[in-house]
């Protein structure tokens, strides 16, 4: 170990007033020592042929959690999106998906440059939600100058927002009825999962194939669960062999997703707690906007003006407080290594920041 990543690790886990407050994503959670622990521990073997008991523990037991056949552990949510998508999709084929959705926006297009497969991107409410009339219309007609519509990508959480379950059933409904299959992108399912009180098997029971992150919220370094019917998931495992992601020993990484499930769930209601009480003392904050109807879990977005922008990120940075580059909205996630304390702190630190402007 270098001394520099003791430094860094130091200076984000370490408790006391000059702690690294990161809030750009909740996926910078350093794993905690009792999941290291788990990790040192881990039983493992080759996961290729299928004997790392660890790994396979895990996927019973997300497959168990989404109320699916099977499931497989792949490196990360835009693998694991990529297979549920190709699992379902052959080239020439097409999936329809929320504008704003992650497969379509941040995973490189991977769907279409490996798969083949089209993308048809409709255009999502404030809320992050599609209706069944725009998956009516975009199916195409069985007609040689379409694509053949294969199926309907869906997500939840949507920047953070649960999406409406009476919505979501009738989206599959609409799919279904058509001949698609539905893949969800449930990277953070766990947060709609907590804030709803319903089992995630519920809230995916019209979903084909479902994705989750184990790095996000959940705190695990590394790791994406797909699950879905038997076929599919052997179809999704023999893919993840021809992209490289066929892992060895792979239970060392496993044993800290298991971990997450196990301890990491229910406390994901202190993010979206912290997540309320940062968005309304923010919005008490004259000059910064903040819509706090779109704080459902761990996420908020802040509008300074945008002359604000860089010397507030600045101002804050001095003060170990990390924010996102983006504008002219700002993404504001809670997560693991955030505490209630450390939301005093920023309140406190934008407070200033704005009494002196
Ligand atoms: C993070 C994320 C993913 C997957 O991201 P990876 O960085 O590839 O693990 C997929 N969907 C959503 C909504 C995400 O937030």
Redesign the pocket.
């Known amino acids: 170990m270098y001394a520099g990543m003791t430094a860094d690790r130091a200076a984000s886990t370490a408790s006391g007033g000059n702690r690294r407050i990161d809030l750009r994503s909740d996926?910078v959670t350093q794993p905690t020592e009792a999941m290291r622990e788990a990790m040192a521990r881990a039983e493992v073997g080759d996961d290729v042929y299928g004997e790392d008991y660890t790994v396979r523990a895990l996927e019973e037991k997300v497959a168990g959690l989404m109320g699916k056949e099977a499931a497989v552990y792949v490196s990360?949510?835009?693998?694991s999106?990529l297979l549920g998508v190709l699992s379902h999709c052959q080239r020439g084929e097409e999936y329809l998906i929320g504008d704003v959705y992650?497969v379509f926006k941040s995973e490189a297009l991977g769907t279409s440059v490996l798969g083949g497969v089209a993308c048809y991107p409709m255009k999502t409410d404030a809320g992050g939600g599609l209706d069944p009339a725009q998956v009516k219309a975009g199916i195409k007609p069985d007609d040689p100058h379409s694509p053949i519509t294969r199926l309907l990508c869906l997500?939840n959480t949507v920047s953070g927002r649960v999406q409406e379950q009476d919505r979501i059933e009738a989206l599959a409904e609409t799919a279904h009825a058509a001949g698609l299959a539905v893949h969800m992108?449930g990277?953070?399912l766990m947060n709609a999962v907590v804030k709803t009180g319903r089992p995630a098997a519920d809230l995916v029971r019209s979903i084909d194939t479902v994705s989750l992150?184990l790095?996000?919220g959940l705190g695990a370094p590394v790791g994406?669960v797909l699950s879905g019917p038997k076929d599919f998931i052997k179809r999704a495992r023999r893919m993840r062999k021809m992209l490289g992601g066929g892992m060895r020993q792979a239970g060392v990484i496993a044993a800290a997703g298991l971990h997450a499930l196990d301890h990491h769930v229910e406390r994901l209601a202190e993010d979206h707690a912290n997540a309320r009480r940062l968005a309304e003392g923010l919005a008490a904050i004259p000059g910064l906007t903040v819509d706090l109807d779109a704080v459902d879990t761990n996420m908020l977005f802040i509008q300074p003006k945008p002359d604000d922008i860089d010397p507030l990120r600045a101002h804050l940075a001095e003060r170990g407080i990390v924010l996102s580059g983006q504008r002219p909205k700002i993404r504001v996630v809670t997560h693991l290594d955030v505490t209630e304390q450390d939301v005093d702190r920023v309140l406190e630190a934008v407070g200033e920041f704005y009494r002196g402007r």
Not at 76 to 79: D, K, V
């Open positions: 996926t990360s949510g835009t693998q999106n992650h997500e992108d990277a953070r992150c790095s996000k994406s």
